[in-house]
């Protein structure tokens, strides 16, 4: 499965959380060490907020470890809030559009996960994007018609009630004909200030999610980024961290209620 690493807080270079640490985003695309797949080559991405309110994007389909460019973007970007993400494809095709992370408007997305039976689902999925929001839609994953449909959810009023609402339905699909497919849905969403990261599975375990805080901020990740694991805290299964501007960090259960009544 795909890594990610996700950081908001004081202006810093990107280089400190992606490429210099012991068990970096490079070292893990070459081997993870709690992941179903230990190489993720499938391409990498880096997304960030600067001057502008829509995000910096660089996206490439060779492997991280493979790209001389990376560790010279990561040394010279600074930010305050920034994405960094190597993949292992599901099964969509390795292209940049495919590669995270997914930019819309001033959002940036990116997922580690999958829907299980795709192919069956996505027409569903991929009604849930409005009209509006659909010219959007560059790739074929799965991860960016979810972030699309959150975006056309109310996103801009309620990240965290627009990501559960887009969960209930798609919660409500895995369960018709008792399928019993599984989502994975370790997920991050920011906007420029506030920073959401998601872990919720149906039918499955959660894919692995840590965080730390730092200073004023909060960095995220797959899997700890050193040896010092007791530093690192595990984001609970179904729940959500909240990191919002001028606000502590908080980790919110997911509404089950609601999601539990859509099955």
Known sequence: MCRWIAYRGDTI?????????SHSLI?????????????NGDGF?????GEYPDPGLYREVRPAWSDENLRYLCRHIRSHLFFAHIRAATGTPITRPNCHPFVCKNWLFMHNGFIGDWNRLR???EHL????????????????AVFLAIMGAGIDSSPVAATTKVLQQITAMLGENGS?????????????????AFRYAVNDSPNSLYFRTAGNGVVVVSEPLDEDHASWKAVPENAVLVAEEGKKVEILPIDEKRLQAAE
């Open 13 to 21: 270079a990107l280089e400190h959380y992606v490429t210099e640490p």
């Open 27 to 39: 070292s893990q695309s070459i081997k993870a060490l709690e992941s179903t797949v230990s190489t």
């Open 180 to 196: 019993g497919d599984s989502l994975r849905f370790t997920a991050a969403l920011a906007n420029g200030r506030d920073l959401y």
């Open 45 to 49: 991405g880096l997304g960030w907020y």
């Open 129 to 144: 994007i409005p009209d509006e929001v659909y010219p959007a839609r560059l790739g074929t994953t799965d991860s960016e």
């Open 123 to 125: 027409r569903k999925i």
